[in-house]
């Protein structure tokens, strides 16, 4: 049996150098865990664009049957009267308290400095082309986005969906498109009544309550407002219009998990409808208003 070999003199320079060094495993470790990293910072951005692409092409499916028959008149009729006519009350009634208050605020700022026949201008103004477009979005975001998502989401997990297929009828035809065409033309007339009650109840406040001065207050309405502010609501209108059946179609088209995903579809629905109708409305201001000041010059 032999003696055990004493270590040779390099052995413990070779050890003294490899000590300060990760081994493999380590080294891995640290590797994985920056990948993990790097994917866990760039998953919300992943899902926008998955979510975003999603959207785009329910858009780009239902458009494609636009030009082609079966029209199926019917169905828009009854998406434009559920969403348009459907929610007139509301929206009347939030643009009448709109103009009213508006008005009472630029009467009372106004008074300041003389100037309080100039609530009607301001008034008409941020109506016409923002207030107007903005809160009749968000009202039909809570109440038809709301209702399309939860009408579509229980045909889903109902399996009423399916049975449409299996009946040679493409559902996309026959739910999203009449919806989101219908919203694109209703839209736009319930933000104009929003303008014109809006405008009635400011002048209420205005002239008959706050004593601002009827004639002044019409004709610095007639300088102030001019016809492209409400045309630029009204394009507005359209794409709001668009966004908000386009959500609320596609959360309860692709609903799952029974009643639960329903109401978390119906939710997510009212929610993406409306910070895409705030964040919307900013770019699509700064594109017309480009264009406006544009054909001026």
Known sequence: MSAPRDPAPGDE????????????????????????????????????????????????RALAWLPRRPFRLANYLDAAEYIGFGSLPIV???????????????VDAFRQFGLESFSGGTTGKALSTELGPVLTSLMLAGRAGAGIATELGTMRITEQIDALESMAVNPIQYLVLPRVIAAMIVTPILALL???????????????????DQGQWVANVRDIVAPLDVFQGLIKSVFFGFMVALVGCFQGFNASGGGRGVGMGTTRAVVIASVTTLVGDYFLSAILLQIFHAGKA
């Open 92 to 106: 009347l009634l939030v643009g009448a308290f709109t103009g009213m208050v508006t008005s009472l605020q630029s």
């Open 13 to 60: 320079a070779t050890e003294a150098r490899t000590a300060g060094r990760p081994n493999g495993g380590a080294a891995k470790a640290v590797g994985g865990a920056v990948v993990r990293g790097i994917k866990d910072a760039g998953a919300p951005v992943v899902h926008f664009l998955d979510y975003f692409g999603s959207h785009l092409l329910l858009v780009g």
């Open 194 to 212: 929003f303008f014109v009650v809006g405008m009635g109840g400011a002048w209420l406040v205005a002239v008959p309550i706050q004593d601002v």
